[in-house]
């Protein structure tokens, strides 16, 4: 697909988030799961919640831009994906996974925060004030976890990994 015109430049950033939001969905379930600290695990299971609403919002943009919800392969989301994944396969221990599963989740949500911030310009631009609105709901939304994450990767205790 050539890209020329500002619908199409909308049209493909919202088909990338769309397939970004999806990838996050099943990649939330495993960073939940793969820890033992409530605390995370309610994090991820929380925003896991919210993914979830943040596609029906973004099927509704759809509707309202006049498309089927359709999805562009979303290289960025699949990278730090892939990088989560390869970093799992080296075993570490729990402590250092659960420090670099808020941190891979952090780099997620400024991803997210990204396409977002880039996305409702264009839906003004296109004199799409429902769509820009449902997305700056969805802006809202990960700011709100990527400010959580922070908190917890911030508050997370070091003691248990050696520093060399």
């Given at each position: 697909?050539?890209?020329?015109?500002?619908?199409?430049?909308?049209?493909?950033?919202?088909?990338?988030?769309?397939?970004?939001?999806?990838?996050?969905?099943?990649?939330?379930?495993?960073?939940?799961?793969?820890?033992?600290?409530?605390?995370?695990?309610?994090?991820?299971?929380?925003?896991?919640?919210e993914t979830?609403?943040?596609?029906?919002?973004?099927?509704?943009?759809?509707?309202?831009?006049?498309?089927?919800?359709?999805?562009?392969?979303?290289?960025?989301?699949?990278?730090?994906i892939?990088?989560?994944?390869?970093?799992?396969?080296e075993?570490?221990?729990?402590?250092?996974?659960?420090?670099?599963s808020m941190?891979?989740?952090?780099?997620?949500?400024?991803y997210?925060?990204?396409a977002?911030?880039n996305?409702?310009?264009?839906?003004?631009?296109?004199?799409?004030?429902e769509?820009?609105?449902?997305?700056?709901?969805?802006?809202?939304?990960?700011?709100?976890?990527?400010?959580e994450?922070?908190?917890?990767?911030e508050?997370?205790?070091?003691?248990?990994?050696?520093a060399?």
């Open positions: 697909m050539t890209v020329e015109t500002i619908q199409e430049l909308f049209e493909h950033g919202l088909e990338d988030i769309y397939h970004a939001e999806h990838e996050l969905l099943d990649a939330l379930e495993d960073l939940e799961q793969n820890t033992d600290r409530e605390e995370i695990s309610s994090a991820f299971a929380e925003h896991r919640e979830e609403e943040q596609i029906d919002r973004l099927e509704d943009v759809f509707e309202i831009f006049g498309e089927p919800p359709e999805k562009e392969e979303c290289e960025g989301i699949k990278g730090l892939q990088e989560y994944e390869e970093f799992t396969a075993d570490p221990s729990q402590e250092v996974l659960d420090y670099h941190a891979a989740a952090e780099k997620t949500e400024h997210e925060i990204a977002y911030g996305l409702i310009p264009l839906a003004d631009q296109l004199g799409m004030d769509a820009a609105d449902l997305l700056e709901e969805n802006l809202r939304e990960e700011q709100e976890a990527l400010d994450l922070t908190e917890l990767t508050s997370f205790e070091m003691d248990a990994i050696p060399e």
